[in-house]
């Protein structure tokens, strides 16, 4: 099929196919006829909602309720990991007791004892409980309850000190947990949190450790 023209135009009377869609094409493909076309950055928006929007009718097709169901599931299961975070916290960003519970410098327990009090007076929560935490280690070295290690973690501190100190073992595990809170998960300590780990330093000072314990563990 050809395209004819009139007779009195001043260009051929037949046009092949061919070359009359080719001329179209270019024609077509001039800056003019495109200046209002969606950019490449709308396109991808448009199908990627396009996807979602694909996504939430077939879910809310297969949630009882339709729609409304879909919602409300949405909404409980938003809850539940609120209530989750809430309750345990942000997660950690380290495994607990990965570091050194102390770095190159040590110190005597005094020594720290005096910075997690100055931290405190200072309303620098977090820093003062991982100094306590320290100061609580470092008496128990000093008191040979320990043996001095380098490289101990909270954790195994408090699980070695748990066996001659059996009555202040789970005290010794809430301290390491909350010094492994703020130091690798992130977690923000308070008063009531620094005064828990003072208060079982004094309690630590005046508990006689029970070296039998010791003894029927390591030999258990």
């Not at 519970?101 to 405190?120: C, I």
């Not at 073992?169 to 308070?190: C, I, K, P, S």
């Amino acid at each position: 099929m050809t395209a004819r023209l009139a007779p009195h135009d001043d260009v051929p009377v037949g046009i092949p196919r061919g070359p009359a869609r080719e001329a179209a094409e270019r024609e077509l493909s001039k800056p003019m006829y495109h200046e209002n076309d969606p950019s490449i950055l709308e396109r991808a928006l448009d199908r990627f909602w396009e996807w979602v929007g694909g996504i939430f009718e077939s879910a809310s097709g297969a949630a009882p309720g339709g729609v409304l169901g879909l919602v409300v599931i949405v909404l409980v299961v938003l809850a539940l990991i609120g209530a989750l975070w809430w309750r345990l916290g942000s997660p950690r960003l380290a495994p607990a007791g990965s570091d050194p519970l102390f770095d190159n410098s040590p110190r005597s327990a005094s020594a720290h004892r005096a910075a997690a009090d100055g931290h405190a007076a200072a309303g620098h929560w977090n820093h003062a409980v991982q100094e306590r935490m320290r100061a609580i280690v470092r008496s128990l070295e000093e008191r040979t309850v320990l043996d001095p290690r380098p490289g101990r973690t909270a954790d195994e501190a408090a699980a070695e000190a748990s066996r001659t100190l059996p009555g202040l073992a789970g005290e010794l595990r809430a301290a390491a947990r909350e010094f492994d809170d703020v130091t690798y998960g992130g977690r923000t300590a308070d008063q009531r949190a620094y005064q828990r780990l003072k208060d079982l330093d004094t309690a630590l000072e005046r508990t006689k450790p029970q070296l039998g314990e010791a003894v029927r563990g390591a030999t258990g």
